[in-house]
C-alpha cells in the first residue's frame, strides 16, 4: 500500500479524494493541518500529500499555493473530486427524530436551502465534516451531520439524504504532491507562480509567452499581495510539460519579465 | 443614519467594514446569510449592502460572484479591511485562566501557531468569529473566542491580545452594492464577469482589448465551471469607468468575443 498523507479526520473529503486517485491502493495518513501534510511529504514519512487546492464554490486555497512556494517538493498529479454531502444519522434514527444538525460552517452553508425544508431544525458548527459524523454516537438520535458518504461508512451511520448539497456544480480540485518529480507523459498540465515588475502591460507581456507558442491556459489568477516589494502573485496552469521544448521556450521568455519564477510541476492532466 | 445590511453577527468582520466605509454614519443591519443581504438592498430595505469578495489568504468568495450575476444591482464602492484577530475573554479573565478557545474554523486555523503556543490549550469550532464572543458569558472565565476589536466592544469584553493573527498581511476586500449605478469620479474601477468560447487563445484575445488600450487589469482570475456549457467564467477588474469613451470601446471589442458579458459597476478605487 501507498501511504499517502491528508489534512482532516477519516472520512474527511480530502481522504476521499486519496481512495479514488490512487483506485485503494492507498494508506491514507490523517494530519492536523496542512503544514502537517507537507513535512510529512518532505520527511518522506509518506509517499504523497494529496491537498485540496480550489474549491468550484469557495475559491484558490492560497494557504497551499504559500506553502508549495515554501517548500521543495513538485506537483506529481491532480484529481477533481465532486462534492456530495450526505444527511448522516445514528442508524436507529428516522428523518422525523432530527432536530440538530452538525457540520464545518462551509458544509452548513453548502447545504442551507436543504436545510430550511427540514422543519425545526437548528444547526451548529463543528471543527470538520467528518468529525461531525464522529460526534453522532455522543449526540443521540435526534441529531444529524452533513459529510461525505466516505464519512457514513467508516463510522458505520446512516445516510438519511443523500445529494444534499444546494449546488450540484460543487467540485475540488486536488493536487498530489511529492519530493520526485513525475515524467508527466503526452496528456500533461503544468503550474507555475510567477511575480511581475508593477508596470502597465505586465500581465499581457507574460500571457503573450504562452499565446505566441500556441500553449493553452486552464487557469489564470491573480492574487493581491499588500505590503509586500510584489503587488501581485500570478498562478496559471497550461497545458504541456516542462519536457516540451515549446514549454522550455515560453518559460525562458516569461523569466525575462517576472522577478520571481517557480514551477510547481508538470503533471498528467485529469480526465473528466 | 445610511441603513447598510451585511451578513453574520453584531461584532463580525463585515459589520468592521461598513462602519469603516460610510465613517460611523451607517446603521449596520446584520443579515442571517449573503442571499438576506441582496435581498434587502433588492427590496430597499437598506440603502446598501457590504459583501466579502475575496481574501488575502482564503481566496475569491464564488458564491458572492453568482448572488452578483443573479440580482440586478450595481458595484459602488471597494473597501480593503485588515483582519487582525483579538483573543478574547470575560473582563475578569486573565490569560493563564484560559483552556479553551472557541471561534469560526477560519479564525482558529489563521492562529493556528500562536494558539499552539498557549500551554494546555483546546479549540473548539462554532458558527462565527462574533458568535464565539457573545458566547463567552455562558462559557465563563476559562474560555477564550478569536474575533475582532469590535465584537470584544460590542459584548463589553476583554481583549488579552491583541494582533494574534499569524500572518500580518490578511485583508479582505469588500465591495458596496446597491440598486443605483453611482458616479465614481476620475479615479475608478470596474468590475466585470464574462464567459468566452472554449477556443485556443480566446482569453489571449479578450485580455487584449484592454493591453490595446492601455487599461491596466487589477485582478484577473478564471473561475472553472464543471457541468455548465460554458468551461470558464473569467472575473476581471481595471482602471477606468464606463464613462471614459476607452473603456466603452474595450468593452464592446469584448462583446464581439465573449458568450456571456456583464459589467458589475464602476466605481471608486480604494485608496491605500
Same mark, same amino acid.
Given at each position: 500500500?501507498?501511504?499517502?498523507?491528508?489534512?482532516?479526520?477519516?472520512?474527511?473529503?480530502?481522504?476521499?479524494?486519496?481512495?479514488?486517485?490512487?483506485?485503494?491502493?492507498?494508506?491514507?495518513?490523517?494530519?492536523?493541518?496542512?503544514?502537517?501534510?507537507?513535512?510529512?511529504?518532505?520527511?518522506?514519512?509518506?509517499?504523497?500529500?494529496?491537498?485540496?487546492?480550489?474549491?468550484?464554490?469557495?475559491?484558490?486555497?492560497?494557504?497551499?499555493?504559500?506553502?508549495?512556494?515554501?517548500?521543495?517538493?513538485?506537483?506529481?498529479?491532480?484529481?477533481?473530486?465532486?462534492?456530495?454531502?450526505?444527511?448522516?444519522?445514528?442508524?436507529?434514527?428516522?428523518?422525523?427524530?432530527?432536530?440538530?444538525?452538525?457540520?464545518?460552517?462551509?458544509?452548513?452553508?453548502?447545504?442551507?436551502?436543504?436545510?430550511?425544508?427540514?422543519?425545526?431544525?437548528?444547526?451548529?458548527?463543528?471543527?470538520?465534516?467528518?468529525?461531525?459524523?464522529?460526534?453522532?454516537?455522543?449526540?443521540?438520535?435526534?441529531?444529524?451531520?452533513?459529510?461525505?458518504?466516505?464519512?457514513?461508512?467508516?463510522?458505520?451511520?446512516?445516510?438519511?439524504?443523500?445529494?444534499?448539497?444546494?449546488?450540484?456544480?460543487?467540485?475540488?480540485?486536488?493536487?498530489?504532491?511529492?519530493?520526485?518529480?513525475?515524467? /508527466? %507523459?503526452?496528456?500533461? *498540465?503544468?503550474?507555475? @507562480? !510567477? $511575480? =511581475?515588475?508593477?508596470? /502597465? %502591460?505586465?500581465?499581457? *507581456?507574460?500571457?503573450? @509567452? !504562452? $499565446? =505566441?507558442?500556441?500553449?493553452?491556459?486552464?487557469?489564470?489568477?491573480?492574487?493581491?499581495?499588500?505590503?509586500?516589494?510584489?503587488?501581485?502573485?500570478?498562478?496559471?496552469?497550461?497545458?504541456?510539460?516542462?519536457?516540451?521544448?515549446?514549454?522550455?521556450?515560453?518559460?525562458?521568455?516569461?523569466?525575462?519579465?517576472?522577478?520571481?519564477?517557480?514551477?510547481?510541476?508538470?503533471?498528467?492532466?485529469?480526465?473528466?
Amino acid at each position: 500500500m501507498i501511504k499517502v498523507a491528508f489534512q482532516g479526520e477519516p472520512g474527511a473529503y480530502s481522504e476521499a479524494a486519496v481512495l479514488e486517485y490512487f483506485k485503494n491502493e492507498a494508506a491514507p495518513l490523517p494530519c492536523e493541518s496542512f503544514d502537517a501534510v507537507f513535512e510529512a511529504v518532505e520527511k518522506q514519512k509518506v509517499s504523497y500529500g494529496v491537498i485540496p487546492i480550489e474549491n468550484s464554490l469557495a475559491g484558490s486555497i492560497h494557504q497551499n499555493y504559500d506553502l508549495l512556494r515554501q517548500h521543495n517538493l513538485h506537483i506529481v498529479g491532480e484529481h477533481f473530486l465532486r462534492i456530495q454531502h450526505c444527511l448522516i444519522a445514528l442508524p436507529e434514527a428516522g428523518l422525523s427524530d432530527i432536530r440538530k444538525v452538525i457540520s464545518h460552517p462551509q458544509g452548513l452553508a453548502q447545504c442551507d436551502h436543504n436545510l430550511r425544508k427540514l422543519n425545526h431544525v437548528k444547526t451548529e458548527a463543528v471543527y470538520d465534516t467528518a468529525g461531525a459524523v464522529k460526534m453522532l454516537h455522543d449526540r443521540g438520535i435526534s441529531t444529524a451531520a452533513i459529510a461525505s458518504r466516505r464519512a457514513a461508512e467508516v463510522y458505520h451511520m446512516q445516510i438519511l439524504i443523500e445529494g444534499f448539497e444546494d449546488n450540484k456544480a460543487n467540485f475540488t480540485r486536488f493536487l498530489v504532491i511529492s519530493p520526485e518529480a513525475v515524467n /508527466p %507523459g503526452n496528456n500533461a *498540465k503544468t503550474s507555475i @507562480v !510567477f $511575480a =511581475l515588475e508593477n508596470k /502597465p %502591460g505586465s500581465l499581457f *507581456k507574460a500571457m503573450s @509567452v !504562452f $499565446a =505566441l507558442r500556441d500553449l493553452d491556459l486552464t487557469k489564470i489568477e491573480s492574487r493581491p499581495l499588500i505590503g509586500t516589494p510584489w503587488d501581485y502573485l500570478f498562478y496559471i496552469d497550461f497545458i504541456g510539460s516542462t519536457e516540451d521544448p515549446r514549454v522550455k521556450k515560453a518559460l525562458d521568455h516569461l523569466g525575462e519579465y517576472s522577478v520571481m519564477l517557480r514551477v510547481l510541476g508538470s503533471y498528467p492532466r485529469y480526465q473528466f
